[in-house]
């Protein structure tokens, strides 16, 4: 019975694939990233799913007079990208009612995005800059001033957050928030003086103080966190992204999916989502994610959307810590082995490699009780990652979820590690030629920009948001390579790759064309590069063509 269903399964995918198509790209450099490196004229999409591709002259006697063919005059198509590590979910929330300086080049220019946000909204509202901006991208290499904020804020308070460890308000967003002293700003905040002890508008903190200062603000409605979702993920199609891998965040709780569930109940995504639970109580993490999962089997969903296990903060104890106390790695050790045990996959946020051993110690010792080979365990960041760690993950088959976290933070990085070290950040291709499964994203928007093609250009110049350029050529992937991380790689991490992240005949039809050459323009102008058109599933999500 069991091979007459397959027999019967596979007979029907022919019949489908075997159907004249609804959409045919032709004349186009279609780089379809297969195992022999196929470059094609043209693909044939019939519903969700790739059913020719090759040469127009293949191509060709598929094409009914229903099928939309669009002649793509030579611009070259990629497969959908996928980013492996971003926050989504939490960005999207509130990405209708934001200021976004991802791009902005100069104090000015940041400034008139808060001027014309101004002018739109209702007297009294927030304006905020919730992250993804450095001030190493301004020509003035500064952050704006309060005054400057005030100016250009009018009427309204400002918000403006710098990564995890800043944030400034113009004099009315602290009267809103009632902050006058360091007391206000719980557990770490220190309101910036200068010199003669006069407060600045800044405010020093760390994770904890940062995350509970942004919870602080109003929150939008669900109907702006629905309006926020689409447009956010438009965004993200405009780039040529088809997918993510979202690892939760601080601040997510069970509530803040519902705009995502919402759109994906109502056949409105445009963007293939597989979603981690974020560790909520802290000591209770465990409690949580047995509660969480009871109704929520790994792999629950659909193609458009899927649970995909827990992290990247899978135990409050061991994040951004490396040395957690022996209760603290007893608690991880007892979380990892119910994941396993439950066939969970499982992400974790790690920095240094000279502390990540701990991790892969455990992930050993449970390795020995629980297989988790085949479960997609990653460590996500890691940007100092050494060969020795990278093949004690390949043993384990623990992948690498890697950021372009260089590209902001690469003077920090410097400061840090030096430059000799900074010569094999990240060891990309050590990792690719010893078999670690790669993901490449972003961490975006808190932290980083969300554009992929800037994360690809940093992929292969190594050049920071400043100008600067440390990696040395033994470590700089190929083009093909680094775009391949960013497909196949990614896709991997979702249990997606044999899905996506190629153009083959049966696969899922995710795709990009791009207004420039990937393969042949100047590396410096990879950053630039957009789609002009974006296709899910054979559905056209974003096009200006």
């Known amino acids: 019975m069991k091979r007459m269903l397959v027999l019967g399964c596979a007979f029907a995918c022919a019949s489908a694939l075997a159907q004249s198509p609804d959409l045919v790209l032709v004349n186009g450099r279609i780089a379809t990233l297969d195992a022999k490196g196929t470059v094609a004229e043209a693909v044939a999409i019939r519903g969700e799913r790739i059913v020719a591709v090759g040469s127009f002259a293949k191509v060709k006697p598929l094409i009914a007079k229903s099928a939309r063919v669009i002649d793509l005059k030579g611009r070259t198509v990629v497969p959908g ?18 200021v976004n300086w991802i791009g902005t080049r100069s104090v000015p220019e940041a400034l008139n995005r808060l001027r014309d946000a101004s002018k739109t909204r209702k007297p009294g509202d927030w304006l905020i800059v919730a992250g993804g901006w450095t001030p190493e991208q301004f020509a003035e290499k500064r952050s704006p001033t309060q005054s400057e904020l005030a100016e250009a804020g009018g009427e309204h308070p400002v918000y403006v957050q710098l990564f995890y460890r800043w944030a400034m308000l113009n004099p009315k967003g602290f009267e809103q928030l009632g902050i006058k002293e360091d007391k206000d700003v719980p557990p770490a905040g220190k309101l910036d003086r200068d010199p003669s002890g006069v407060m600045t508008g800044g405010i020093t903190g760390n994770t904890p103080t940062i995350t ?6 109003p929150k939008p409605t669900f109907a702006e966190q629905v309006e926020g979702t689409k447009a956010f993920f438009r965004e993200l199609n405009r780039l040529g992204l088809t997918g993510v891998i979202d690892p939760g965040g601080f601040g997510m709780s069970p509530p803040d999916y519902q705009a995502l569930f919402t759109l994906w109940k109502d056949a409105d995504l445009s963007l293939r989502v597989a979603y981690t639970i974020f560790a909520q109580g802290r000591g209770k993490e465990l409690e949580d994610y047995k509660n969480l999962t009871q109704l929520l089997p790994m792999g629950f969903g659909d193609e458009w959307l899927r649970f995909n296990g827990i992290g990247e903060n899978v135990a409050w104890g061991v994040y951004n810590n490396d040395n957690p106390s022996e209760a603290a790695r007893q608690q991880f050790t007892d979380i990892c082995k119910w994941a396993a045990s439950q066939r969970l996959s499982l992400n974790i946020h790690w920095h240094n490699d000279s502390s990540v051993g701990l991790v892969l110690d455990i992930f050993e010792r449970v390795n020995g009780e629980y297989p988790i080979k085949d479960l997609r365990w990653t460590i996500v960041h890691l940007e100092d990652a050494s060969e020795a760690t990278l093949k004690r993950m390949k043993n384990l088959g623990v992948g690498w979820a890697l950021q372009d976290a260089g590209y902001f933070e690469g003077e920090a990085q410097l400061k840090e590690k030096g430059a000799e070290t900074m010569k094999t950040i990240p060891r990309i291709n ?26 690809l250009r940093w992929m292969l110049d190594g050049k920071t948001v400043g100008g600067q350029a440390w990696r040395g050529p033994e470590e700089t992937p190929t083009r093909v390579n680094a775009l391949r991380m960013y497909t196949q790689g990614s896709a991997w991490f979702a249990f997606a790759e044999k899905e996506r992240g190629s153009l083959e005949v049966g696969k899922l039809a995710d795709l990009a064309v791009l207004s420039k050459d990937y393969f042949k323009v100047p590396v410096e102008e990879i950053g630039e590069i957009e789609a002009v058109m974006t296709v899910v599933g054979g559905k056209i999500v974003y096009e200006r063509l």
Do not use: C, Q
């Open 212 to 217: 509970g200062l942004f919870a602080r603000l």
């Open 81 to 98: 990208l996928i980013d492996s590590h971003m926050h989504a979910i939490r960005a999207a929330l509130s990405f209708s009612t934001e």
């Open 430 to 455: 050590t990792a690719l030629k010893i078999g670690v499964h790669v993901g490449a994203g972003t961490d975006a928007h808190r932290v980083m920009s969300y554009n992929p093609w800037v994360a």
